[in-house]
């Protein structure tokens, strides 16, 4: 993850810097990433009506991780490459994406009943818009606490591997709430900073700030669906 100045550089066209007309390519920015959500539950939701389906998937770790790899591969290819793609290939990357993730979820809706799956939804839902309404509109520059989620992140993600071999419940409640924080912080970060990428252009709606708010739409789509994951494990009801 770039710094809030390495990543405006990265993005900034020479020669422009008129302000945008926001709300327009912000907009994009939402509806790109609700088709994304709506493309990954229901994928997620036809795979788990499909038992047969699911025992390939799942009863098969080499088929499961490398679904898993294939999706992580993807997101940063499409992540480090959306720039130097055309808007349509990114678009049909983004898509592919949501739908493997949908796959590799559909595991969820055999886990936990649809009431939990749908409360938690709508938890999520109201957190992030809240979250998102104080990046948009919040003056203070959230680029210091960024970096510090971010690396929160990592440490997140290293506490939660080496659980996986010592399955310890403490660590396991701490990672839950850890996750919870980081990326409803995220989201008001992240929110925040596509707001400022996409302020440095020109008002007319280039190839480029398309493009810009698909690569918008995927970090809002990652943030949601991992705030998502996490607040499930609170609210979520075991089917057993």
């Known amino acids: 993850m770039y710094s809030q100045e390495q990543y405006n550089r990265t993005y900034t066209i020479p020669g422009q810097g008129r302000s945008l007309s926001f709300p327009a ?5 939402y509806i790109w990433m609700a088709l994304a959500l709506a493309m990954t539950g229901l994928t997620a939701m036809a795979v788990a009506t499909q038992p047969q389906l699911v025992a390939t998937i799942f009863g098969n770790k080499a088929l499961f ?7 992580l591969g993807l997101v940063f290819y499409l992540s480090a490459r959306i720039m130097k793609m055309s808007f349509a290939s990114a678009g049909l990357a983004f898509g592919i994406y949501a739908v493997l993730n949908g796959i590799t979820l559909s595991g969820i809706f055999l886990a936990y009943t649809m009431e939990s799956i749908a409360q938690t939804f709508f938890v999520t839902a109201g957190t992030f818009g809240a979250m998102g309404a104080v990046g948009l509109f919040i003056k203070k520059d959230l680029s210091a606490i960024g970096r510090i989620l971010f690396m929160a992140l990592i440490g997140l993600i290293i506490a939660t591997v080496v659980n996986m071999f010592f399955k310890n419940s403490t660590i396991m409640m701490l990672c839950n709430y850890a996750g919870v924080l980081i990326f409803t912080g995220l989201t008001a970060y992240d929110t ?13 709606q280039s190839e480029t700030t398309m493009k810009l708010a698909l690569l918008g739409s995927l970090m809002l789509y990652l943030d949601f669906i991992n705030l998502f994951l996490y607040l499930l494990r609170f609210f979520g009801s075991s089917r057993d």
């Open 192 to 204: 925040q900073r596509i707001k400022n990428m996409l302020q440095q252009y020109g008002e007319e």
């Open 25 to 29: 390519v912000m907009k994009n920015v």
């Open 65 to 71: 991780f490398g679904l898993i790899l294939a999706e």
